[in-house]
């Protein structure tokens, strides 16, 4: 099968860590008979620095072009650092966001483990923990009329959702539940919130299409809590856009690293995939970034494009990766592998899944090629 896929690689180790991910698409492509046209486009810093612009009109065209789209990471010190700045390589994300109509992020949270340890959770908390969480990206309090009065002693912020919002994000939740474990949480504030009422309610009725998954809901306090106590107990989780903030950011330390983090933002024609942590400029072009995340993007990716056993080779690829401790310095101070061999090993993997699982114990630290 032929796809356009759109690359942003973005700034700081963005261009490395997709760099990846890449070679991850490209052996899926050479082992399943597949054609990835691949078509680079800037936003972020270093569109700023070439254009003025965070989104130049070109990268929005490519993205609306595409099948599919593999973000890097934005963010320059320059501008992190400069709270006067005008123009922010964050507005190029947010304004993709709203023009391609991504209202739904995704992210996966997984208790990898070879990396349980990692975690400042017991292991007999997180062990077992698999969970996708469903946040609404483009609605709620975060877009909602804001106010300041004059004198500048009150503040407020509108939230508000309507039926089509939350329909559409629900639906999306409940059919990734029909392909996992069939439970669903929803994550609201029911006793107190007329739009967490209306969440429940939308939800309550739709269900009844899907009366293969079973569903509950938690109060978000709650919920947070339950996500330290008992995280197991959680398969899909769906929730509007503050609360989905906070609770996929609390879920994220159970996976031990945030270089394992992965995410969408998918939309009725367009989406995006992305690891979720920063651009970490400290880290450019020194072969220390862990590229997981990225690599584990693009098999949400493939599955986004209905490649799943595609997307599962990458999985285990990863899953692999782990287990033989061919990883960079953050999970493995000790003879860590570079960026780049990293993402050998994981094309290789998928290429050759025999060999290198029967020979892993020749490969030599820093060198991801069979010898």
Not at 228 to 237: E, T
Not at 278 to 296: E, R, V
Not at 317 to 338: C, Q
Request: with cysteine; charged share 25%.
């Amino acid at each position: 099968m032929d796809f356009n896929i759109a690359i942003i690689p973005g700034d700081g180790i963005g261009p490395e860590v997709t760099a990846q991910a890449k070679k991850a698409l490209e052996a899926v492509a050479d082992e399943y008979g597949h054609h990835f046209t691949y078509t680079e486009a800037m936003m972020g810093a270093c569109a700023i620095d070439a254009t003025g612009n965070p989104l130049p009109e070109e990268t929005l065209d490519i993205c609306e072009a595409s099948d599919a789209i593999l973000f890097g990471a934005i963010g320059d010190p320059k501008y992190d650092n400069d709270p006067t700045a005008k123009v922010r390589p964050e507005q190029g994300l947010l304004r993709l966001r709203k023009s391609l109509g991504l209202f739904c992020n995704v992210r996966p949270v997984k208790a990898y483990e070879q990396l349980i340890d990692n975690s400042p959770l017991k292991r007999e908390i997180i062990s077992g923990a698999d969970m996708s969480i469903y946040r609404e990206l483009t609605g709620g309090i975060y877009f909602g009329e804001k106010h300041l009065s004059d004198d500048g002693q009150v503040a407020s912020d509108g939230c508000s959702y309507s039926v089509k919002e939350i329909t559409r994000m629900a639906h999306l939740a409940f059919k990734e539940a029909q392909n996992r474990r069939k439970k669903l949480t929803l994550v609201d504030k029911a006793n107190v919130l007329e739009t967490s009422r209306l969440w429940r309610k939308t939800v309550t009725e739709i269900a009844k299409g899907y009366p293969d998954v079973a569903v509950d809901f938690l109060f978000v306090d709650n919920a947070a809590m339950q996500m330290i106590l008992n995280p197991k107990q959680f398969d899909v989780i769906l929730t509007e856009n503050l609360f989905g903030d906070i609770i996929s950011d609390e879920a994220s330390v159970i996976g031990g690293s945030i270089g394992l983090l992965a995410s969408a933002s998918v939309g009725t024609e367009n989406a995006l995939f992305e690891p979720i942590h920063g651009s970490y400029p400290q880290a450019t072009g020194k072969g220390i970034a862990n590229p997981l995340a990225s690599i584990l993007s693009a098999a949400m990716l493939l599955r986004h494009l209905g490649l799943q056993d595609e997307a599962a080779s990458i999985e285990t690829a990863v899953e692999k990766s782990l287990e033989l401790g061919f990883t960079t310095e953050d999970l493995k101070p000790e003879n860590p592998l570079s960026t780049s061999k990293v993402g050998d090993f994981i094309a290789d993997y998928i290429l050759n899944p025999e060999d290198t699982n029967r020979n892993f114990k020749n490969i030599h630290a820093g060198q991801s090629t069979i010898i």
